[in-house]
């Protein structure tokens, strides 16, 4: 029997991803694919996190996870970070463009979808494609800024249920499934310092990965000074460092950079975002405790 529609998923595999799955999965929809395409170097935890998704899937009759991945002409994977590399250049977010996000993002969704059998025979026989993605109704002006496909016929199902950031964690509370992490490459420019900071402490690889970018993009850099765009995250973690010396008194008569004071303060304003207060000035009186004992962040502006 021949489908009426397709459902697509464009899961970025973040909060919003997995309040939405839920949502469209409560509703009735089964989707005929789900892509999450992986730049190459995205939060650990996130790649932790699909096997777990995958089994509540399953379990809801959905499908799993398929990952897509840009690859070149010879068909290997060349991801985001490599791709830095080989150019000596950083991100291009970096520099006030989104082209990451389009090379890595979206032209592997769209080059599996076009090969895909059940996509090319819905188009050739008119069936209606229906694009799903996870922007929320905090963030709904979003969906104004998108480039139309005539492929698809895009829905954003936490903006039409007008569902904000507390109502998609509520919901992934609700159906017994893990917070996920934050969507995120470990050298996203967008990083806040605190979130720096963590990369730094918690997974050094990655963070001394993200150095090497910038070390080997140094060259070509002229109008940025590094991945935090006015800085650059080295420099962040010497402020860093600096400012834990002062606290234990081990840096008496040093002498600090002009450059690295200001960078402590900018170490010192940056705080992870207060979700326990938000909840209370919002009044959202069914946001649980849950909530507040995992690391959940905005989503990534460059790799929605």
């Not at 998704?53 to 290997?76: A, C, F, M, S």
């Not at 994977?77 to 250049?89: H, P, R, S, T």
Request: net charge positive; with cysteine; hydrophobic share 35%.
């Amino acid at each position: 029997m021949e489908k009426e529609t397709l459902h697509i998923a464009a899961a970025g595999m973040g909060v919003n991803t997995i309040a939405y799955l839920i949502k469209c999965d409560k509703k009735g929809i089964i989707f005929d694919a789900i892509l999450f395409a992986d730049p190459g170097k995205e939060n650990p935890k996130t790649y932790e996190y699909i096997p777990i998704l995958n089994k509540w899937l399953i379990d809801h009759n959905q499908p799993e996870v398929t990952i897509v991945r840009q690859v070149n002409k010879y068909g290997d994977f060349v991801g985001l970070y490599q791709d830095c590399i080989n150019n000596k250049a950083l991100p291009s977010i970096v520099y006030g463009f989104k082209t990451c996000s389009l090379k890595f993002k979206k032209s592997p969704q769209d080059k599996y979808l076009n090969n895909w059998e059940p996509t090319k025979f819905a188009w050739d026989n008119g069936i209606p494609v229906f694009k799903y993605k996870g922007f929320d109704a905090d963030e709904g002006h979003r969906t104004k800024k998108e480039y139309p496909d005539v492929k698809y016929t895009d829905v954003h199902p936490l903006v039409d249920l007008n569902m904000g950031r507390f109502e998609c964690i509520q919901t992934i509370i609700d159906a017994g499934l893990p917070l996920p992490p934050k969507s995120s490459c470990t050298f996203c420019p967008s990083m806040k310092p605190w979130e720096i900071i963590e990369l730094y402490e918690n997974n050094i690889k990655e963070f001394h990965d993200a150095i090497t970018m910038e070390r080997n993009a140094a060259e070509n850099i002229t109008t940025v000074k590094g991945l935090g765009r006015d800085f650059s995250w080295w420099d962040l973690i010497k402020a860093y460092r600096y400012l834990q010396m002062i606290k234990t008194r081990k840096s008496m008569g040093i002498i600090i950079p002009e450059k690295i004071k200001k960078l402590m303060l900018k170490v010192n304003r940056s705080r992870p975002i207060d979700y326990e207060k938000l909840a209370k000035e919002r009044n959202v009186k069914d946001a649980v405790c849950d909530l507040f004992s995992q690391n959940i962040n905005i989503p990534c502006e460059c790799m929605d």
